[in-house]
C-alpha cells in the first residue's frame, strides 16, 4: 500500500513539473481521473498552457545539500549555472540555486471550474503556437479538438482501446512516444541520419531512464522556424565531437515546440531563446531539477565544455547516488542470501523432523502391529486351548457315557464272543462281549477308552476282509460272523 502511495505521489510531482500545475490536489484528482496513467493525462492537457506565475524553485536536496532560495553565492551549485539572455526574475532564482524544480507557487483552481474552462484554455495556448508556425492552421485545429476531447474524457476510452491487447507492442502507445518519434523522423529527412541518439519516448519516460542508468537528462527544443536553428544543428548538435560526448554521457532527448509536449517542456523551462539545450535529473523529491541551460547559437566546444562543467560539478551526485544503490543492492543481495540459506536451513530442518516424525509413526506402527498380531495369536491360541478343552470334556463325557452304556464285561462261555481290537498306533485290546451284542458295542467300546479320540473310523477284519460299518450296527456279533472270537482292526477314516 505503501508503495503504491509513492509511486502515486512521484506521477503528481511529475506531472505539475510537466504542465506547470501548481495545485496538487487538482493534479491528483486529473490522474485518478485517468487511472493514474501519467501519459494519458498529460496527453489530455495537449493545451500547452503554463500558469503566468509558474517559475523555478529550489525545494529540491541534490547531492546531500539542502537547497534555500535565499543561498548566496558561496552555494555550490551557482557557479555552473549559464544565465545568458534569461529574464531578470529567472536569472535571479536560478542563481539562488541551480539545481530547480519546475514547479509554480500558486493554488490553481478546482478541478471543475478547470476542465470547465480547458477548451478556452487550449484555444489560448494553441493561438501562441500558431502565432510563430504559419500554415499550420488545419494540423492544430485537429490537435485541438482531439486533445479537447481527450481532456474532457471523451476520447480516453479511444487511447486505452489503442494501448489493449490489439495494440503492437512495437509501436508506442503515448502521446509523448509519438511525438518524439516523428519528431526523430522529421529531424532525419532535415539533417541526416547522424546525430544524437535521441529518446523516442516521452519526456517521463526518457527522464526515468536516465535516472535508472545514473545519468543527465540532455534536453534540446528543437524551433524548426529559428533563423539559428539550421547552422546550429549542422554544425554544433550534429558535429562528431558533440554526438559523441552526448550518447557517452547522457541521456538525449528532443522535442519540437510545435509539438504538445516539446511546447509544454518549452515552457516548463522558460525558453525565451532558439536553439535551446537544458541539462535536467530527476531530483531527490521526486521533481525535475534543472542543471544547466544552454540558449542561443553556440559553437561544439562551448557546448562541450559547459557539459564537461556540469559533469565534474555534479557528477558527483550520480556517483554517490550510483554507489548508494549499488550498496542497496548488496544488501538486498545479501539480505536475499541471509533469507535464502535461513529458508534452506529452516527447509533441511522440517525435513528432518518430518522423517524424525515419519520414523517415529512407522516404529509406533510397526510397535502397535506387533503388538496387534500377538494379541490375535494369545486369542488364537486362548479360543484354541477353549476348544481343545470343550472337545475333550465332550469326549470325556460320551466316553463316561459309553462305558456306562456297555455294563460290565461278562466272564467266559459258550455265549461271549472274545474280540480283539488292533489300534493304528499297534497297541491291542481285547474284551468279551456278549454273542447276542450288536456291532454297536465293539464302537462303544472303542469310544469309550481313554487314549482313543478319533471322531471317525471303522472296524475292519482282514480275512477275509469285512467293513462293520453302519450297515451293520445292528447285527448281533454271532450273526456278524464275529463268534466265538474275532480279530478287527481300527481303520480312520479322513474327515
Same mark, same amino acid.
Given at each position: 500500500?505503501?508503495?503504491?502511495?509513492?509511486?502515486?505521489?512521484?506521477?503528481?510531482?511529475?506531472?505539475?513539473?510537466?504542465?506547470?500545475?501548481?495545485?496538487?490536489?487538482?493534479?491528483?484528482?486529473?490522474?485518478?481521473?485517468?487511472?493514474?496513467?501519467?501519459?494519458?493525462?498529460?496527453?489530455?492537457?495537449?493545451?500547452?498552457?503554463?500558469?503566468?506565475?509558474?517559475?523555478?524553485?529550489?525545494?529540491?536536496?541534490?547531492?546531500?545539500?539542502?537547497?534555500?532560495?535565499?543561498?548566496?553565492?558561496?552555494?555550490?551549485?551557482?557557479?555552473?549555472?549559464?544565465?545568458?539572455?534569461?529574464?531578470?526574475?529567472?536569472?535571479?532564482?536560478?542563481?539562488?540555486?541551480?539545481?530547480?524544480?519546475?514547479?509554480?507557487?500558486?493554488?490553481?483552481?478546482?478541478?471543475?471550474?478547470?476542465?470547465?474552462?480547458?477548451?478556452?484554455?487550449?484555444?489560448?495556448?494553441?493561438?501562441?503556437?500558431?502565432?510563430?508556425?504559419?500554415?499550420?492552421?488545419?494540423?492544430?485545429?485537429?490537435?485541438?479538438?482531439?486533445?479537447?476531447?481527450?481532456?474532457?474524457?471523451?476520447?480516453?476510452?479511444?487511447?486505452?482501446?489503442?494501448?489493449?491487447?490489439?495494440?503492437?507492442? $512495437?509501436?508506442?502507445?503515448?502521446?509523448?512516444?509519438?511525438?518524439?518519434?516523428?519528431?526523430?523522423?522529421?529531424?532525419?529527412?532535415?539533417?541526416?541520419?547522424?546525430?544524437?541518439?535521441?529518446?523516442?519516448?516521452?519526456?517521463?519516460?526518457?527522464?526515468?531512464?536516465?535516472?535508472?542508468?545514473?545519468?543527465?537528462?540532455?534536453?534540446?527544443?528543437?524551433?524548426?522556424?529559428?533563423?539559428?536553428?539550421?547552422?546550429?544543428?549542422?554544425?554544433?548538435?550534429?558535429?562528431? $565531437?558533440?554526438?559523441?560526448? $552526448?550518447?557517452?554521457?547522457?541521456?538525449?532527448?528532443?522535442?519540437?515546440?510545435?509539438?504538445?509536449?516539446?511546447?509544454?517542456?518549452?515552457?516548463?523551462?522558460?525558453?525565451?531563446?532558439?536553439?535551446?539545450?537544458?541539462?535536467?535529473?530527476?531530483?531527490?523529491?521526486?521533481?525535475?531539477?534543472?542543471?544547466?541551460?544552454?540558449?542561443?547559437?553556440?559553437?561544439?566546444?562551448?557546448?562541450?565544455?559547459?557539459?564537461?562543467?556540469?559533469?565534474?560539478?555534479?557528477?558527483?551526485?550520480?556517483?554517490?547516488?550510483?554507489?548508494?544503490?549499488?550498496?542497496?543492492?548488496?544488501?538486498?543481495?545479501?539480505?536475499?542470501?541471509?533469507?535464502?540459506?535461513?529458508?534452506?536451513?529452516?527447509?533441511?530442518?522440517?525435513?528432518?523432523?518430518?522423517?524424525?516424525?515419519?520414523?517415529?509413526?512407522?516404529?509406533?506402527?510397526?510397535?502397535?502391529?506387533?503388538?496387534?498380531?500377538?494379541?490375535?495369536?494369545?486369542?488364537?491360541?486362548?479360543?484354541?486351548?477353549?476348544?481343545?478343552?470343550?472337545?475333550?470334556?465332550?469326549?470325556?463325557?460320551?466316553?463316561?457315557?459309553?462305558?456306562?452304556?456297555?455294563?460290565?464285561?461278562?466272564?467266559?462261555?459258550?455265549?461271549?464272543?472274545?474280540?480283539?481290537?488292533?489300534?493304528?498306533?499297534?497297541?491291542?485290546?481285547?474284551?468279551?462281549?456278549?454273542?447276542?451284542?450288536?456291532?454297536?458295542?465293539?464302537?462303544?467300546?472303542?469310544?469309550?477308552?481313554?487314549?482313543?479320540?478319533?471322531?471317525?473310523?471303522?472296524?475292519?477284519?482282514?480275512?477275509?476282509?469285512?467293513?462293520?460299518?453302519?450297515?451293520?450296527?445292528?447285527?448281533?456279533?454271532?450273526?456278524?460272523?464275529?463268534?466265538?472270537?474275532?480279530?478287527?482292526?481300527?481303520?480312520?477314516?479322513?474327515?
Amino acid at each position: 500500500m505503501a508503495q503504491g502511495s509513492r509511486d502515486n505521489d512521484d506521477k503528481v510531482a511529475h506531472f505539475q513539473a510537466v504542465t506547470g500545475l501548481q495545485d496538487s490536489s487538482l493534479c491528483a484528482q486529473i490522474l485518478q481521473a485517468y487511472n493514474w496513467d501519467l501519459d494519458l493525462a498529460v496527453g489530455s492537457m495537449a493545451d500547452g498552457v503554463v500558469p503566468d506565475d509558474a517559475a523555478f524553485t529550489s525545494s529540491d536536496n541534490i547531492g546531500g545539500h539542502t537547497l534555500d532560495a535565499s543561498a548566496g553565492p558561496s552555494s555550490p551549485y551557482d557557479d555552473g549555472v549559464n544565465r545568458v539572455n534569461m529574464p531578470t526574475e529567472e536569472a535571479r532564482l536560478v542563481n539562488a540555486n541551480r539545481n530547480h524544480a519546475v514547479v509554480p507557487h500558486q493554488a490553481g483552481p478546482g478541478l471543475i471550474w478547470r476542465v470547465a474552462t480547458l477548451p478556452f484554455s487550449v484555444i489560448r495556448g494553441s493561438y501562441n503556437v500558431m502565432y510563430g508556425a504559419v500554415g499550420l492552421g488545419m494540423w492544430i485545429a485537429g490537435g485541438i479538438l482531439t486533445h479537447s476531447l481527450g481532456a474532457l474524457g471523451l476520447g480516453a476510452q479511444q487511447h486505452d482501446t489503442q494501448r489493449g491487447e490489439g495494440a503492437s507492442p $512495437l509501436l508506442p502507445t503515448s502521446y509523448g512516444a509519438v511525438e518524439a518519434l516523428d519528431f526523430m523522423r522529421s529531424f532525419e529527412r532535415e539533417y541526416g541520419d547522424y546525430h544524437p541518439a535521441f529518446e523516442t519516448t516521452s519526456f517521463m519516460d526518457a527522464l526515468r531512464r536516465a535516472r535508472d542508468q545514473y545519468k543527465f537528462l540532455f534536453v534540446y527544443l528543437h524551433s524548426p522556424d529559428h533563423e539559428n536553428t539550421p547552422p546550429f544543428v549542422v554544425q554544433t548538435l550534429c558535429s562528431e $565531437l558533440v554526438v559523441q560526448f $552526448l550518447n557517452e554521457n547522457f541521456i538525449v532527448w528532443g522535442g519540437n515546440i510545435r509539438a504538445s509536449e516539446g511546447y509544454r517542456m518549452s515552457n516548463s523551462l522558460k525558453a525565451s531563446t532558439f536553439p535551446f539545450c537544458a541539462v535536467v535529473m530527476a531530483s531527490a523529491n521526486q521533481r525535475v531539477a534543472l542543471l544547466q541551460q544552454l540558449d542561443g547559437p553556440r559553437s561544439a566546444a562551448n557546448v562541450i565544455s559547459a557539459l564537461q562543467k556540469v559533469l565534474e560539478e555534479q557528477g558527483a551526485s550520480l556517483v554517490a547516488a550510483r554507489i548508494e544503490e549499488e550498496e542497496r543492492q548488496l544488501n538486498r543481495r545479501l539480505r536475499d542470501e541471509q533469507d535464502a540459506a535461513y529458508r534452506a536451513a529452516l527447509q533441511a530442518d522440517q525435513e528432518r523432523e518430518r522423517q524424525r516424525q515419519e520414523e517415529a509413526e512407522r516404529l509406533a506402527f510397526e510397535k502397535a502391529e506387533a503388538e496387534r498380531r500377538k494379541r490375535e495369536e494369545e486369542e488364537a491360541a486362548a479360543k484354541a486351548a477353549r476348544e481343545a478343552a470343550e472337545r475333550q470334556a465332550v469326549l470325556e463325557q460320551r466316553r463316561q457315557q459309553k462305558a456306562l452304556a456297555l455294563g460290565s464285561e461278562p466272564e467266559k462261555g459258550s455265549n461271549v464272543t472274545e474280540v480283539l481290537i488292533r489300534f493304528p498306533n499297534g497297541e491291542r485290546k481285547g474284551r468279551r462281549f456278549l454273542s447276542t451284542a450288536t456291532v454297536s458295542y465293539i464302537y462303544d467300546y472303542v469310544d469309550s477308552l481313554p487314549d482313543f479320540d478319533a471322531r471317525s473310523y471303522k472296524l475292519v477284519s482282514n480275512f477275509p476282509r469285512v467293513v462293520y460299518g453302519m450297515d451293520m450296527m445292528g447285527m448281533s456279533l454271532k450273526d456278524a460272523g464275529l463268534h466265538p472270537r474275532a480279530s478287527l482292526y481300527i481303520e480312520i477314516e479322513e474327515d
